[in-house]
């Protein structure tokens, strides 16, 4: 039975997580990219509105997938969208100019903590009582594995900090998320897609909302960055350098198990869509984007 069908044949039958009548295991995995985000973001509207979510087992969050994923959780990824193209929200998340001042480039704590709960509120509670799994993704800083930080988020303070460890890039979000004694940085540098945890877990059905067009590949490190992030890792998490330099290699064999998957759906920006860089805040572009992941989730889920 393809993904579509798996679907088709779960709302017909109006079936919940707990209460299958097949043996599937159908999930959901959100890369992630920082702003590039706003892709897999618009990607997640069409499932909630057309109340697909609870047709899933597991969704699984990577980098600002994890952030994508925890608002399709709660129930507002369409309410919450526009928090991409507002600049009180963007310019205060992601200033370069702070490189300067040795304050982070992207405040990922401010944007949880603050953007999260005040200006923007995500339901948190209402993320922890889903039936849906949620699975944020991070990598140990020590052993430098890709980390399924599921176990570790119990309430409220948890979930923000598995939320802020999926998200912690290296240098620019300041220093890792230590989670029961142990570091984690950013996802993207052991599972951009974690397709590899999800098959672990059994997953037999795939979809994948992906943040890069077809045509984009990764690129190794330069030797600017090779010498500024060794040295970072070196400090903060050891463990991290050697995924990270190959890192290319990684994302190749994720790429290998969704295209030789035989029950996997990836729905990518289409070709000839923008470019988006990692802290791109530019009103225009990433609202450009969501608009761009609406309509590709719903060609490729064939919605009305």
């Known amino acids: 039975m393809s993904v579509l069908e798996l679907l088709h044949e779960r709302r017909q039958r109006q079936s919940v997580p707990g209460h299958r009548d097949d043996d599937a295991r159908l999930v959901l995995l959100i890369e992630g990219g920082s702003s590039r985000g706003a892709y897999s973001s618009g990607m997640t509207i069409p499932i909630e509105q057309h109340g697909l979510l609870p047709l899933f087992d597991a969704v699984y969050g990577s ?21 991409w193209w507002d600049p009180a929200v963007m310019r ?40 849906v799994e949620f699975h944020p993704m991070a990598t140990d800083g020590l052993s430098g594995e890709a980390a399924d930080l599921h176990d570790h988020v119990r309430d409220t303070p948890s979930l923000q900090a598995a939320l802020r460890a999926s998200t912690a890039m290296p240098l620019l979000t300041g220093a890792p998320v230590v ?118 989730a719903m060609k490729a889920l064939e919605l009305d």
């Not at 600002?64 to 959780?73: Q, R, T």
């Not at 992601?94 to 005040?118: C, E, G, S």
């Open 179 to 296: 989670i029961d004694g142990r570091p984690y940085i950013d996802a993207g540098l052991t599972a951009t897609v974690p397709v590899k945890t999800a098959l672990e877990q059994k997953a037999t059905h795939v979809i994948a909302l992906r943040t890069r067009r077809e045509d984009e590949f990764a690129m190794p490190p330069t030797r600017a960055e090779r010498l500024v992030l060794t040295r970072w890792m070196a400090r903060n998490a050891p463990g991290a350098i050697e995924p990270w330099l190959r890192h290319v290699e990684i994302r190749t064999e994720e790429e290998d198990l969704l295209a030789s998957h035989p029950e996997c759906l990836q729905i990518r920006p289409p070709l000839g869509s923008a470019r988006v860089g990692r802290t791109e805040r530019r009103p225009h572009v990433l609202r450009a984007a969501v608009d761009t992941g609406v309509r590709a």
């Open 92 to 131: 205060t998340t992601i200033n370069p100019r702070r490189a300067f001042t040795r304050r982070p480039v992207v405040d990922t704590h401010h944007l949880i903590h603050t953007i999260y709960t005040q200006v923007v509120p995500m339901g948190f509670q209402e993320i922890v009582d889903n039936a």
């Open 63 to 83: 980098s600002a997938g994890s952030l994508n994923a925890a608002w399709l959780l709660c129930g507002r990824a369409d309410r919450s969208k526009h928090a």
